[in-house]
């Protein structure tokens, strides 16, 4: 993926909103590139460019893919279909790459079990929790084994133990498939983990102020959160984002009582 001087703004004339750019970005193949930055900063309606969704409003964005492995995306907004079982949800991508049904079967009841849903596959997403829910999304896009992910904050809704571990899940994964992949979070931690180098970005309109390869090897286990080189570059990195976030025209001063402390 290459992006070249690529910005996108909403409505026109005074009115018009800068929300993203203008931001150069490089992907290389089989890359795990972490984006974090405020909220409101513009990464989803980048990744929407990314996606295809969305047209920027200057510059350009090339995503060059071989033609025998999909690319796939995972949203804020799960985007499962409700009349659909959990299984035939997670069966869609392979579905229509056609791959054979009996396969098809496998390979998704294989994921449902390590997303932990396996009892569940017969039911309808109304019976699901919003986790559960993002569970299946999540499901659904690894088990096409895409060339390209590109994944929008899809942890956000999960509770911490769940978080850590479908991110050591995707470590494995990514790193047996080097899929290439674009991950959206507002987690530091999560982005140190995963990535091979992570961007930061500034407050509206994103722009990336930083960027940092976390000094781990490959193949890596989630082990690297107990390392100091982890803790520092933690700290380090929010010292940066903490003026981005505070920095908001919307957002007060920070919190005495908060002021130095690094959130996840
Ligand atoms: P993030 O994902 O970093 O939280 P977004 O990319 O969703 O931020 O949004 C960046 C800015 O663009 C925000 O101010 C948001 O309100 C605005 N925005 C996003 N999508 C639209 C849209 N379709 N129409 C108008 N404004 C939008
Ligand atoms: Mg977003």
Redesign the pocket.
């Known amino acids: 993926m290459r992006a070249r001087a690529l910005a ?1 703004s ?2 026109r004339g005074s009115k018009a ?1 800068a ?2 750019g203008p931001v150069d970005v490089d992907i290389a193949p089989g890359e795990f590139v972490c984006i974090v ?12 460019i990314a996606a295809g969704l ?1 047209r920027p409003s200057a510059g350009e964005l090339e995503l060059r893919a071989s033609a025998d492995r999909p690319a796939a995306m995972i949203f ?1 907004d799960y985007g499962i279909y409700d009349w659909k079982t959990v299984l035939a949800n997670v069966r869609f991508g392979l579905d229509v790459q056609r791959v054979p049904r009996k396969e098809a079967d496998e390979r998704a009841r294989s994921w449902l079990a390590r997303m932990g849903l396996a009892d569940f596959a017969g039911a309808y997403p109304a019976a699901l929790s919003g986790g559960m829910r993002q569970r299946v999304a999540i499901a659904r896009a690894l088990a096409v084994e895409p060339e390209i992910l590109l994944m ?2 899809p942890f956000a809704a999960l509770d911490a133990q769940l978080r850590t571990i479908l991110q050591d899940e995707l470590l494995d994964l990514t790193q047996t498939t080097r899929t290439t992949t674009l991950f ?1 979070t507002h987690s530091l931690e999560e982005a140190l983990v995963l990535g091979d180098r992570v961007l930061v ?1 500034s407050a ?1 309109p ?1 722009r990336i102020i930083a960027e940092r390869r976390p000094p781990f090897g490959r193949p890596r286990t989630g082990e690297v959160r107990a390392t100091p080189e982890f803790t520092a570059l933690k700290a380090e990195l929010w010292q940066l984002l903490r003026g981005e976030v505070a920095g908001r025209a919307d957002a007060g001063p920070p919190h005495p009582t908060t002021k130095g402390a690094v959130p996840a």
């Open positions: 996108r909403f409505g909103l929300a993203l930055g405020p909220s409101g900063c513009g990464k989803s309606t980048l990744l929407r969305l804020q929008d904050e959206i970005m509206r994103g």
